[in-house]
């Protein structure tokens, strides 16, 4: 694979080796100055899961000093204007089409002002348009709501960054019993405990699964690595810390999600003025004007799914189920760059305890860091701070530089389609690029990840096939459990393998590897396309085993 030439850089190369199952080969080189500077990796596949994040520190250290970099710390951006916006949109049109993403919104902030904001699409199949006041799931970019709440319950004295969650919650508690009674509510949203991402676990569950199970679950949960040690994202260490301080809010102890749901209104939503911004997909689907989300298929291309699907999001309401508007997220970014003060003029929070949440906690490359619900880099110099989320059929990009100018400059791209990260940060940057008078090169980038997207989806269609053999899987027909994602249950439906979750099905095909071997069942359907399942015979019996390495899980087949 051969990546576009980065800053400085005559040519790139990534090349990944064939090898075992359990392990990962890969070699990195850039070419400079006639030079090949090169990165060599080998690691077991578990040790590589444990430790991608100080895997990727020590890739992004390799810094070539005859590369000249660009400064752009002291520089001021030049006013949005309409010949800004106009290069904009054309980028923003073209590369929609070439993603086939249905429908976008984007903001842009500059001086403490909305200077841009602007629907692109459609919102749903009857082709309505999008606007600004079209709802939209943030996902994950509602953490940083969360962690402003938290900052004005430490404002208002009900409890401290380092206050130990147990200590406010006494029925928290994590595999180990010591860091039980330490980890802090601090701690909880830092994504540095060690606590590794398993969001299958919940997403299988969401039927049954409460705020009070959510923070009960983490009671077995295994680190990946010590304490403080590696940035580790864990979407349901977040959501306990927006429950607990939602328990410290309220004083009470049972409702966690409710409690958490009164507090984020009372303390975030209200003084901001996002009147539009909820957990309730009732409120949503009652106002009417929200876009269908779209998931991808095992064809990499976009299909509206249910509502109900983004439902699994629900359990951990706190860490990414927020669903708000562009004009809602203009309000709360331009209160970000007011450092505390809504877009009235009025403080919300104290500006120590908002920079505290913008604090590095733990590293995540060489240059960047993971905050308080916040990514902290920069841009050429530039501090900037972000987040993305992603639902199983949104995305979205909050991204702003305090800096830049009198009055800082933010953007926000929302989009109803799972995963557009790629085209989400891309707009972001390209929006930069014209600013701060940058040479282009994200459309050389973007151009380079839709070739690669393709040649991926040509591959798989090569890998699958849509011949089941029948007399294969119906030993394995049936009911199965497993201890952390629940039940699963198989069928043939018109000589069609497929898998019940309960809270969706898809269908399954049989899939090779690169070397033409049979290596599992792929599911085909959003959420989930391209998830592996086999099918083993173990100590006689029928399973299913899913995932590998360290997040695999096995289900055993019902008696």
């Known amino acids: 694979m051969e990546p576009p030439a ?17 392990r990962v080969v890969q070699a990195g080189a850039s070419l400079v100055e006639g030079n090949a500077y090169i990165f060599l990796f080998d690691g077991e596949l578990t040790t590589t899961q444990r430790r991608v994040a100080q895997i990727n520190i020590i890739q992004s250290g390799l810094d070539i000093l005859s590369i000249e970099k660009t400064d752009l710390s002291k520089a001021t951006p030049l006013p949005v204007d309409e010949s800004i916006t106009s290069q904009l949109e054309a980028f923003i049109n073209e590369w929609m089409t070439k993603f086939s993403i249905p ?13 841009y904001s602007q629907g692109f699409g459609v919102r749903n199949e009857a082709g309505d348009p999008i606007t600004p006041q079209t709802h939209m799931m943030i996902g994950s970019t509602g953490k940083s709501l969360t962690t402003l709440m938290m900052a004005t319950l430490v404002d208002d004295g009900k409890m401290q960054w380092d ?9 928290f508690a994590v595999k180990d019993p010591e860091l039980s009674t330490t980890i802090t509510m601090r701690n909880l949203v830092c994504a540095c405990t060690g606590v590794p991402r398993r969001d299958l676990e919940f997403i299988l569950n969401a039927n049954t699964l409460s705020g009070e199970a959510i923070v009960a679950s983490l009671s077995d949960f295994e680190f990946f690595t010590d304490f403080g040690e590696a940035f580790q ?9 927006g429950y607990i301080a939602g328990v410290a809010a309220s004083g009470e102890q049972t409702d966690l999600a409710a409690n958490y749901v009164a507090a984020l209104q009372t303390r975030v939503l209200d003084p901001l003025g996002m009147n539009r911004t ?21 064809q990499n291309q976009y299909e509206p799914i249910s509502l109900d699907l983004e439902k699994v999001l629900v359990p951990v309401a706190p860490a990414g189920a927020h669903w708000s508007t562009l004009e809602d997220m203009s309000k709360y970014m331009i209160m970000q760059l007011q450092d505390g003060i809504n877009a009235d003029g009025e403080r919300i929070v104290s500006e120590e305890n908002l920079n505290e949440t913008r604090k590095p906690q733990i590293k995540v490359s060489d240059t960047g860091s993971y905050g308080l619900g916040w990514f902290v880099s920069d841009y050429k110099g530039q501090q900037m701070i972000d987040h993305g989320g992603n639902t199983l059929g949104f995305t979205s990009e909050f991204k702003f530089l305090p800096d830049a100018g009198d009055g800082g400059l933010g953007i ?10 790629n085209f989400s940060v891309a707009v972001s940057q390209r929006l930069l690029e014209l600013v701060f008078q940058q040479e282009s090169t994200v459309a050389t980038s973007l151009g380079f990840v839709v070739e690669e997207i393709a040649k991926a989806g040509a591959k798989l269609q090569e890998q699958i096939s849509a011949t089941l053999d029948v007399s ?11 201890p952390a994602l629940g039940e699963m249950t198989l069928t043939l439906e018109d000589g069609t393998l497929r898998a019940d979750f309960g809270e969706f099905a898809s269908n399954l095909l049989p899939k090779n590897d690169e070397k033409g071997e049979f290596e599992g069942y792929m599911l085909t359907d959003p959420p989930l396309p391209g998830l592996l399942i086999q099918l083993q015979q173990k100590d006689g019996k029928p399973v299913a085993v899913m995932g590998s390495g360290v997040t695999e899980y096995t289900f055993e087949k019902n008696p």
């Open 6 to 22: 980065s800053e400085g850089s005559e040519k790139n190369l990534v090349i990944t080796y064939d090898s075992p199952s359990d």
């Open 103 to 115: 429908g976008a919104a984007v903001a842009i902030i500059q001086n403490n002002e909305v200077v």
């Open 163 to 171: 206050t130990p969650a147990q200590q406010i919650y006494p029925e």
């Open 233 to 241: 994202y864990s979407n349901q260490m977040v959501a306990t810390g």
């Open 278 to 298: 909820t957990l309730s997909f009732d409120e949503v689907e009652a106002d009417g004007n929200y876009a269908t989300p779209h998931g991808y298929n095992y």
């Open 412 to 421: 926000i791209v929302l989009t109803n389609a799972q995963v557009t990260n």
């Open 472 to 482: 294969t899987v119906e030993p394995y027909l049936g009911d199965y459990q497993n």
